[in-house]
């Protein structure tokens, strides 16, 4: 299962993006948890700058053919790292699955809850009797329901609509009221752009606890790997110089993602910039308490299980 509107390039082919020219054997593979962005920056500077070809590692990004299979993959260790979400952690985690979280790209939540204007909603309280699309059953009705219950509102209040990832047409073609799973650093953006003023409401504003939203995934049985730290400390680097220059960066990044190189990913990278971790291996296990507990009383879950069958701290 997929967490958001992500899951847009199920049919996206394939693609090897970056392969330095070191040895097979130190053959690193990351793979991506959709298409490349500005959210994977610090990966791509990381490369930019050669801390990957310092740390002795030949780093391969790769785009997936389908945003579940990453997780899969380094699960049958058949790749090295995935990107994904705290969310998917937990449900692949609690599925059986020898994964761990090893890494965070970007430690803050990224989805929103968006209206706009004409819909007459400013608040959560204004919700009752509207039509609130959503993309992932079983999760997104978790989120609205908890936002809903924080001001004595639940589901029942509203109609909740199947809009297929599709957000910002939903919004624009009045299907819904407001939509669930927007991201503030691309669909807000992307309203803004088209001329729109969107109302913004943030889910952990209304009771659901702040989560990671990109992190890097292991398998439980290679965190003793030695390339880990070297990787983390290279992912750390690139941070580091993405916050030096982020326009100098932009401007390598666009070079080498040259569909990229328009607006509205512009303005997800400098926006962006402000949400990775300085530190990538740095774990806020207070964090992952909080979130699994949220988990497994809401019913996502069915184990509550202790953090380190999710996420481990490594030592770089």
Avoid at 143 to 164: A, E, K, P, R, W
């Amino acid at each position: 299962m997929h967490l958001s509107r992500r899951a847009l390039i199920a049919a996206t082919a394939a693609s090897t993006l970056a392969r330095p020219a070191l040895a097979e054997a130190d053959t690193f593979t990351v793979m991506l948890d959709w298409f490349v962005n500005p959210d994977h920056a610090p990966l791509f500077c990381a490369q930019y700058i050669g801390a990957f070809k310092r740390a002795g590692l030949n780093v391969t990004l790769t785009a997936p053919t389908d945003p579940d299979i990453p997780p899969r993959l380094v699960a049958a260790g058949h790749a090295d790292m995935a990107l994904s979400y705290q969310t998917q952690l937990y449900l692949l985690v609690d599925a059986g699955l020898p994964l761990r979280r090893t890494g965070t790209l970007i430690n803050q939540p990224l989805d929103t809850l968006m209206a706009l204007p004409h819909s007459h909603i400013r608040t959560i309280n204004d919700l009752k009797g509207k039509k609130i699309g959503y993309s992932v059953a079983g999760v997104d009705d978790v989120l609205v329901g908890t936002m809903l219950s924080y001001v004595g509102l639940n589901l029942s209040d509203v109609t909740m609509i199947n809009i297929n990832f599709d957000i910002v047409t939903a919004l624009i073609s009045n299907e819904v009221d407001a939509a669930i799973g927007g991201y503030r650093n691309f669909e807000e953006n992307e309203l803004k752009e088209k001329g729109f003023r969107p109302i913004v409401l943030w889910p952990e504003t209304y009771g659901v606890p702040p989560s990671d939203e990109l992190i890097m995934m292991s398998n439980a049985k290679t965190l003793a790997d030695p390339r880990l730290p070297k990787f983390l400390a290279a992912v750390r680097e690139g941070t580091a110089a993405l916050r030096k220059d982020p326009t100098g960066l932009w401007q390598k990044f666009i070079a080498d993602q040259t569909t990229l190189n328009d607006q509205l990913n512009k303005t997800a990278w400098f926006q962006t910039v402000a949400y990775f971790q300085d530190d990538p291996a740095q774990l806020d296990v207070k964090r992952y308490e909080v979130y699994r507990d949220f988990m497994f009383k809401t019913g996502l879950i069915k184990h509550s299980a202790p953090v380190s069958s999710y996420a481990v701290q490594i030592q770089t």
